[in-house]
């Protein structure tokens, strides 16, 4: 099936993504935003979990966990471009909430069939869910954790925003083969340990399990996961998207302000040229990401290679342009009170997280040249 001119972004979705960006700017505006997470220099500050829990109260209020959760276990069932159009306005406002896991761990759910709909109808109604999957080397490769004598074993990596959530999605490891569990934060045997990351928008935890008995979704969890995964590097980029998006205006308004030799700094032609090079980067990667997200709704069978090619461009943006905005910003965007930063770290963060560019790449070749067998195993 040919992708829609358009993408499939209907009117509902050009609301809801401005809905969003209206929500976004007048609960926490960046100044907020910098104050809640970024009040003070401390280096050898503890891991925090800074969020505001009634702003998440809102977001559920508004029905943004079910936007993505099928009709039948009582969502919206948006398509995917809607989805990724919210999260864009997520980045952009840097926001910190569990939206971004939830709605990944929704993507697993949604490929569950029948033994996902459960689960799927607690998000719906305002669950926050993130996934455990990754071993201490990052790998998202289920092994992490095991599940012996029908209990889940083993600690889990980088789990995002687990102190923001209630439930977890584990991908275990069941003789030999991925499994999914849906399991309670809050269940005796689970422990959450905070990581010191340079985000101050997320935070990331170890989450260990300790004999601990857990939903198990009786379905083939590997194909569950793997046909999950590029939906999960498309949610991604689209924050990331969003946050370059920022990092450009809030430059070219500076630049526009920042006199130097009685001109403003945006007078000059290298200025100019790097700004110009930003934005087209960005463009670049917004095509991208709409189309893996068009991909996924209308023709799944390229989901994968378009995914692959949505998160390298966007990792690559995300580096370019908070690295330009940080030298085009001079001094003061070194500074901890100057709000780039909040963003360069982000995008740091996220450039990373689920993979970076060269990763990406290498399993599109593999993917383009080998089929998906050879990709999976890059």
């Known amino acids: 099936m ?59 209020a508004l029905g943004w966990t079910s936007l993505a959760v099928p009709e039948s276990a009582g969502g919206v069932g948006m398509p995917w471009v809607a989805v990724a159009a919210l999260l864009e306005e997520n980045g952009r406002a840097a926001f910190p909430s569990p939206l971004l ?35 201490p080397a990052g790998s ?7 599940v012996v004598d029908g209990k889940l074993m083993g600690t889990a990596s980088f789990v995002q925003d687990a102190g923001k959530c209630d439930s977890v999605l584990v991908v275990a490891t069941d003789e030999g083969e991925p499994t999914l569990f849906w399991v309670k934060l809050a269940s005796d045997g689970v422990e959450v340990r905070q990581d010191a990351i340079i985000d101050l928008t997320r935070d990331q935890a170890r989450v260990s399990f300790d004999g601990v008995a857990a939903d198990r979704i009786e379905t083939h969890g590997a194909a ?49 040229h790097d700004l110009v090079n930003v934005m087209i980067a960005i463009d670049e990667s917004k095509s991208l990401l709409y189309s893996a997200a068009c991909a996924i709704d209308h023709e799944p ?22 690295g330009r905005t940080v030298q085009m910003h001079g001094g003061i965007g070194f500074t901890w009170e100057c709000y780039v930063h909040l963003y360069f770290k982000r995008q740091k963060h996220s450039q990373l ?26």
């Open 224 to 272: 569950a996961w793997d046909a999950a995964l590029p939906t999960l590097w498309m949610l991604l980029s689209a924050d990331m998207v969003g946050a370059a998006e920022w990092l450009l205006q809030t430059t070219v308004e500076y630049a526009q302000q920042r006199k130097q030799f009685d001109r403003s700094l945006g007078f000059f032609q290298a200025v100019k």
């Open 101 to 135: 896991t939830t709605l990944q761990a929704t993507a697993v759910l949604s490929h569950c069939g029948q033994a996902g709909e459960a689960a799927l109808a607690e998000v719906a109604g305002g669950c926050a869910a993130t996934i455990a999957v990754m071993d």
């Open 140 to 146: 998202a490769v289920p092994g992490a954790v095991k």
């Open 301 to 322: 069978e390229r989901a994968r290679e378009l995914a692959h090619m949505a998160k390298s461009s966007a990792s690559d943006t995300a580096a370019f342009a908070a």
């Open 2 to 60: 040919a992708q829609p001119k358009n993408y499939g972004f209907e009117e509902e979705a050009g609301m809801l993504k401005d809905g969003a960006r209206r929500f976004f700017a007048e609960k926490l505006p960046v100044d907020q935003l910098h104050a809640l997470v970024a009040d003070a220099y401390v280096p050898e500050r503890a891991p925090e979990v800074k969020w505001r829990k009634e702003l998440w109260d809102e977001m559920v």
């Open 353 to 378: 997280l689920w993979g970076d560019a060269a990763w990406h790449r290498a399993a599109l070749a593999a993917l383009l040249l080998d089929g998906p067998s050879a990709a999976a195993a890059a």
